[in-house]
T-cell receptor
Framework: GQQVQQSPASLVLQEGENAELQCNFS?????MQWFYQRPGGSLVSLFY???GTKHSGRLTSTTVIKERRSSLHISSSQTTDSGTYLC??????????FGDGTVLTVKP | GGIITQTPKFLIGQEGQKLTLKCQQN?????MYWYRQDSGKGLRLIYY???????QKGDLSEGYDASREKKSSFSLTVTSAQKNEMAVFLC???????????FGPGTRLLVL
């Protein structure tokens, strides 16, 4: 089965609403990375989070190793947050295993 | 800061053709990666290289070759383009394996 599963597959919000994106993994990890992919393709690293909670502006990442999950919380969403959010599992082999992503659409 | 450039931005080929994609980084990173992304899916690792002249196969290496000519550049060759290889190819680099990866803008491949 797939090592990394993301949910939901897609999400539509009104501007100002909060979003909670989930990533569940089935194997041990060294770290979890979250990426934002712009419409058009390029990826931007949001968080490198081996465990615990990290904050960056309106974004919060929480990784709970024992529960094999990581989440990305977006508060007060804006239309410019629209795009695809990808999580990727790093098992300390130098390789990342990606989930299929969550497509977020924020409507004005 | 640094930048990763990928050329070409768009690549149109014929079925059976050999096609080469190029990637350059000026971060002075040791490790470089090639991923393929199909529509609506996550990225899958094709090849990676931990240093100049090193090559490591990823999960999707069949049908591809790669070359790490120097520290700053990493090329990917599609050995025989197939119609089901319409995808975006993304190059990335990191200081070492296991560190944060930084991505290029991608090459979009279309096989006629």
């Amino acid at each position: 089965g797939q090592q990394v599963q993301q949910s939901p597959a897609s999400l539509v919000l009104q501007e100002g609403e909060n979003a909670e994106l989930q990533c569940n993994f089935s194997t041990s990890l060294n770290s979890m990375q979250w990426f934002y992919q712009r419409p058009g393709g390029s990826l931007v690293s949001l968080f490198y989070n081996p465990s615990g909670t990290k904050h960056s502006g309106r974004l919060t990442s929480t990784t709970v190793i024992k529960e094999r999950r990581s989440s990305l919380h977006i508060s007060s969403s804006q239309t410019t947050d629209s795009g695809t959010y990808l999580c990727a599992l790093d098992t300390n082999t130098g390789k990342l295993t990606f989930g299929d992503g969550t497509v977020l659409t924020v409507k004005p | 800061g640094g930048i990763i450039t990928q050329t070409p931005k768009f690549l149109i080929g014929q079925e059976g053709q050999k096609l080469t994609l190029k990637c350059q980084q000026n971060f002075n990173h040791d490790t470089m990666y090639w991923y393929r992304q199909d529509s609506g899916k996550g990225l899958r690792l094709i090849y990676y290289s931990i240093t100049e002249n090193d090559l490591q196969k990823g999960d999707l290496s069949e049908g591809y070759d790669a070359s790490r000519e120097k520290k700053s550049s990493f090329s990917l060759t599609v050995t025989s383009a197939q119609k089901n290889e319409m995808a975006v190819f993304l190059c990335a680099s990191s200081i070492t394996g296991g560190d944060t990866q930084y991505f290029g803008p991608g090459t979009r491949l279309l096989v006629l």
